[in-house]
T-cell receptor, first 117, second 116 residues
Framework: EPEVTQTPSHQVTQMGQEVILRCVPI?????FYWYRQILGQKVEFLVS????????KSEIFDDQFSVERPDGSNFTLKIRSTKLEDSAMYFC???????????????FGPGTRLTVL | AQSVAQPEDQVNVAEGNPLTVKCTYS??????LFWYVQYPNRGLQFLLK??????LVKGSYGFEAEFNKSQTSFHLKKPSALVSDSALYFC??????????????FGSGTRLSIRP
């Protein structure tokens, strides 16, 4: 069964450093998302990406965040200057496009745990 | 604005008993509703969804959910709980964005604990 993969599984960084979280969505999917979950809390939407551009972003997704699909397979989330409060589990998700459209469910990756010291 | 609420932070059930995890929603138009499960240190796994049709939808691992339009609810149920069902459960609703990449928004989660 196809799956979304994410690397690394755990990233530890110093405050102020840049991090790049990587995701490989399912190959025929067209919609891509990043969500985050602060330990044990709600899963929060960060950004959606479709047709090589951001479709929607949340208030959390400020100028320190960016996304890119550099080569048609990877989907990355960059945080330019990490803050302590960026420590969370970051989930990538993808969704197909089809007749069922928005009735289809997202497939989530296993997550990257980001720890900012 | 669309939203989804899970009124219980924790649900405790004895193994073999039926379980219910509650969810209510607020959306404009017809809702697309989902349940996801998260096991410890794992990602989110899709359980089931309601798009249209039968109000009772069946999903993975013996779970089912009942869509109730008048009560704007989508409670998750299972007739006989297993200890292995212990996990964090999230109800979710898709925001209506037409053909663009409409997002899912999640409830706050309910921790289900099944005691032997």
């Amino acid at each position: 069964e196809p799956e979304v993969t994410q690397t690394p599984s755990h990233q530890v960084t110093q405050m102020g450093q840049e991090v790049i979280l990587r995701c490989v969505p399912i190959s025929n999917h067209l919609y891509f998302y990043w969500y985050r979950q602060i330990l044990g809390q709600k899963v929060e939407f960060l950004v959606s990406f479709y047709n090589n551009e951001i479709s929607e972003k949340s208030e959390i997704f400020d100028d320190q965040f960016s996304v890119e699909r550099p080569d048609g397979s990877n989907f990355t989330l960059k945080i330019r200057s990490t803050k302590l409060e960026d420590s969370a589990m970051y989930f990538c998700a993808s969704r197909a496009e089809g007749l069922a459209g928005e009735g289809l469910s997202e497939f989530f990756g296993p997550g990257t745990r980001l720890t900012v010291l | 604005a669309q939203s989804v609420a899970q009124p219980e932070d924790q649900v405790n059930v004895a193994e073999g008993n039926p379980l219910t995890v509650k969810c209510t929603y607020s959306v404009s138009g017809n809702p697309y509703l989902f349940w996801y499960v998260q096991y410890p240190n794992r990602g989110l796994q899709f359980l089931l969804k309601y798009i249209t049709g039968d109000n009772l939808v069946k999903g993975s691992y013996g779970f089912e959910a009942e869509f109730n339009k008048s009560q704007t609810s989508f409670h998750l149920k299972k007739p006989s709980a297993l200890v292995s069902d212990s996990a964090l459960y999230f109800c979710a609703v898709r925001t209506a964005r037409g053909s663009s990449a409409s997002k899912i928004i999640f409830g706050s989660g309910t921790r289900l604990s099944i005691r032997p």
